[in-house]
């Protein structure tokens, strides 16, 4: 799924986007030459600057094309729910699965880009925090639903969720371990919205 913004891009710089997301599928970010995307791409090195001011401003907008279409598809599937813990256990289990399924973006996003400031100033960033914001939302619609204690800190419960699926995910990224994303959305939600306790 391509986002509307990259279909409306130029050929050029749909070449070039698609060739750093083939080319991260077997190499290191860091290890890769502008080069290496240039000859993927079938364009020249100058093409990408013509675009992009540098290796990482390319995986920004590449990293924000995923975002986009990852944050709408979300949208799509929890718009019709009414129940607040639904639509929270759906954003669980889909982003579970959109890591599991793109290791690439999973493995940039968790590992990789948060080391340089630059990341946080960029449009990819700017939709973390869209998707970030989603969660607190629905929470904060969910204690005024009576569905969620209102004496939960909704930020608390937002750490809690966003630190959950990362760590589910770190083992499949790491090591490249198989994740049983339905398994461990379903154990992670009747911890959250259950409780330990007995």
Same mark, same amino acid.
């Given at each position: 799924m391509e986002s509307e913004q990259k279909k409306s891009y130029p050929p050029g710089?749909?070449?070039?986007?698609?060739?750093?997301? $083939?080319l991260m599928?077997?190499?290191?970010?860091?290890?890769?030459?502008?080069?290496?995307i240039a000859t993927t791409a079938g364009v020249t090195e100058g093409l990408i600057y013509k675009y992009f001011k540098d290796k990482k401003d390319l995986l920004y907008q590449v990293l924000?094309?995923?975002?986009?279409?990852?944050?709408?598809?979300?949208?799509?599937?929890?718009?019709?729910r009414k129940s607040n813990i639904e639509k929270l256990s759906i954003i669980i289990k889909t982003t579970l699965k959109s890591y599991s399924i793109n290791r690439v973006f999973a493995r940039i996003l968790l590992l990789e880009v948060r080391n340089s400031p630059n990341y946080f100033e960029s449009d990819a960033y700017d939709m973390v925090k869209i998707y970030s914001?989603?969660?607190?939302?629905?929470?904060?619609?969910?204690?005024?639903?009576?569905?969620i204690k209102e004496d939960i800190?909704?930020?608390?419960l937002r750490q809690v969720i966003l630190g959950s699926i990362e760590h589910?995910?770190?083992?499949?990224?790491?090591?490249?371990? $198989?994740?049983?994303?339905d398994k461990v959305s379903e154990h992670i939600c009747n911890i959250i919205f259950r409780g330990a306790k007995k």
């Open positions: 710089k749909i070449k070039i986007m698609n060739a750093l997301s $083939e599928r077997e190499k290191d970010f860091h290890s890769i030459t502008t080069a290496d924000n094309g995923h975002f986009q279409t990852f944050q709408n598809y979300i949208v799509s599937k929890i718009e019709t914001r989603t969660i607190l939302d629905i929470i904060n619609q969910g204690i005024k639903d009576g569905e800190d909704p930020h608390a589910a995910c770190l083992g499949e990224v790491i090591f490249g371990k $198989e994740l049983d994303t």
